[in-house]
Structures are given as C-alpha cells and as structure tokens.
C-alpha cells in the first residue's frame, strides 16, 4: 500500500445500546452454565456474535428451538410482542437487551395506533428491527422503503384517518429526510415525534464521516454486511463525495491498492480492535489525523431483568444491583469481550 494518511472519524464503533447488550449478554455467560441462548444475534457483528459463539451461547431465530426453563436473551434490535410472551413461557429465563431507543419506537406505534392512526414506518423489510417495530400494531403500520412504497400507503388510507411517521432507528439521515419530506407533502397533517426516532449515535457517526469523506481518496468502513448502520455510512461516504468506498469486516480484507488519503470509521456495533488492526495494516506513513464532531457520554444500564436475576442468584443481597451497576458503568464492552476469550 501507499497510503500517505488515515482520517480517523470519531464517533464511530459501539454505542450505548450496543454497549448495554453485549455486557448483558456477557452477565448471562458468567451466570449460568452453557449453553445461553439469544434470540438473533445479539448485534450485528460477526466478530461479536462468534466470540459470544465461542462461549457456549446458541443463536436462534425462533424461539420454539429454545428449551423449556433455559436462559434466553432478547436481541438489542427490539423483539414483537408476541415473540416476548412465547419466550417468557415453560419457565425461561429471559432478559430482554432491547435498545431503549427502539422501545421508544414501539411505544409511539402502540399509542399512535390505539389513537386510530394508520402509521408509516420507514425501515428496511426484513431486518430484525423493522420486524419487531411493525409487530406491535400489524394492522395499522405500512413499511415505506421508497417513494412507491408511500404511495401504495396513501392509496390504501382512507381519506381523514390521521397519519403517523415513525422510522427504524438505524437508517441513514438522506435516506430518513427524502422519505419524511415526500410523507408530509402527501399529508399535509401528519403526525410525528418530537424527537427524531434516528439513533443520536447512528446520526453522530454519519456527521463524522461527512465531515473527511470529500478529503479521502477511499473511505474504509468497517462493519458487517447485515449492519444496518454500517451500510448507511456506506452511503453517506458516497454521498460525500468519496469516489472509493469500501466495506469490510475486517483487516485481512484491505484490498493491496490503497493510496493517498483513506477515512477510516466504524458501525455502532463493530469492535473498536478491528479499526486499530485496519490502521496497522494501512500504515500511513504521516500517520493518524482524528476528526471528532462530538462527544458521547451516553449510558444505558443493564437491562432491569438481568439485575433482579443477579440479586437473586446472590442471595437476595440488596447490595448486589447497586454493585452489577457500578462495575457496568466503569467497564467497556470491548473489555468484556477481551475478558471472554481469555477464559
């Protein structure tokens, strides 16, 4: 390679609720023995999901192949009602590691449709996410990918139901603004959240990276392919205007051509130790610049389960919740993640 230097966005890799889900996933491997079950995978990520793999935990996509009275955790991407009560049945162990920002989400479709409104969800079919959002209210919510999409939507609501735009929380800012501005011309009275239902993370690390993707001769970004996240900032670089843009999981994947200025960041749920790999491996021979458009301090604690479930397996001791939080907030994810594969 001849890469002269790398532009480091920053935000980029883990956020809260990534954070909040692999550490819980984590409790749940050192208290019980294997296997843990998930539901999906706990984040969109390879490496994570085969570390978790690594340690005994089985990934299901039904919760059927779950056995009665085993310990189960719900993926972060938000679960449909109906999957929580089939897998809070025959006596399982459940801890639900939904990010709190999509639960916002299926709240607002919950009140929204017990209010009468029909709801636009702006998301992508089939992602886990999506999936779960629409479940809360099947009846009254339309998936709107693109601009035929909302059109077969209007065409099929009755003329003075109200109308509701909710989004999945992943999705790229472009793609979110193009769909919301065409929604509110088609109604003039639609219905929305106070605060944008995009991921403040999600929307963080797009900034960041438009921020070097024009000055990059190649925009590296690092997640896996089924990462909603990750291939919105795929698109944001391209958008940007970085004429290369390429997606990897990992360091070995670096194609041997690269040279001149390359932009380096991460999706919210991919390891920060990939990114220092990518770096060694580019080896820039003036080095690192980081470009930072905010700080995050956000925190989700553990889920409310998981410290109940804690409290009890110590004893009841009322002392154990306050302790699980303190160690939670002062421990990384990607430390939890080292301590598991040197077990």
């Not at 399982?92 to 009468?116: M, Q």
């Not at 088609?186 to 944008?196: A, C, E, G, H, V």
């Not at 590296?220 to 843009?245: F, H, P």
């Not at 804690?310 to 939890?336: C, F, H, I, M, P």
Request: charged share 25%; glycine share 6%.
């Amino acid at each position: 390679m001849n890469v002269d230097e790398v532009l480091l966005a920053e935000p980029r890799g883990f956020c809260a609720g990534v954070e909040k889900a692999i550490k819980a996933l984590a409790w749940m491997v050192k208290a019980f023995p294997a296997p843990v079950y998930c539901y999906h995978e706990i984040v969109h990520n390879q490496h994570v999901v085969q570390r978790f793999v690594d340690q005994g935990v089985i990934f299901v996509d039904d919760v059927a192949d779950v056995p009665p009275g085993a310990p189960l955790m719900l993926s972060a991407h938000g679960s449909a009602p109906s999957v929580v009560d089939q897998a809070r049945g025959e006596g399982r162990i459940v801890v639900d590691a939904v990010c709190p920002l999509v639960t916002k989400v299926h709240h607002e479709l919950k009140v929204r449709a017990k209010k009468g409104y029909e709801v636009l969800y702006v998301g992508h079919a089939g992602h886990e996410e999506a999936v779960g959002a629409m479940a809360v209210a099947p009846d009254v919510v339309h998936l709107v990918e693109n601009l035929d999409d909302l059109e077969r939507a209007a065409e099929a609501i009755a003329p003075g139901t109200p109308v509701a735009l909710l989004a999945q929380t992943t999705l790229s800012h472009d793609e979110w603004r193009s769909l919301m501005e065409a929604s509110r011309v088609r109604f003039p009275d639609l219905w929305m959240p106070n605060r944008s239902d995009l991921c403040f993370a999600t929307t963080n690390r797009q900034a960041a990276l438009r921020e070097i993707a024009g000055r990059c001769d190649v925009v590296v970004v690092i997640g896996s392919a089924n990462s909603s996240n990750t291939v919105a900032l795929t698109k944001v670089a391209t958008a940007s205007g970085c004429d290369r843009v390429l997606r990897i999981n990992e360091a070995s994947e670096l194609p041997d051509d690269l040279a001149g200025v390359v932009g380096v960041t991460a999706g919210a749920s991919a390891p920060d130790r990939l990114v220092h790999e990518v770096i060694e491996r580019l080896a820039p021979r003036n080095g690192v610049s980081t470009v930072t458009v905010t700080e995050e301090d956000e925190y989700f604690p553990p889920p409310p389960e998981l410290r109940e479930l804690l409290r009890r397996l110590e004893g009841a001791d009322e002392g154990v919740s306050a302790a699980v939080l303190a160690d939670d907030r002062e421990t990384s994810a990607a430390q939890v993640l080292d301590e598991l594969a040197a077990r």
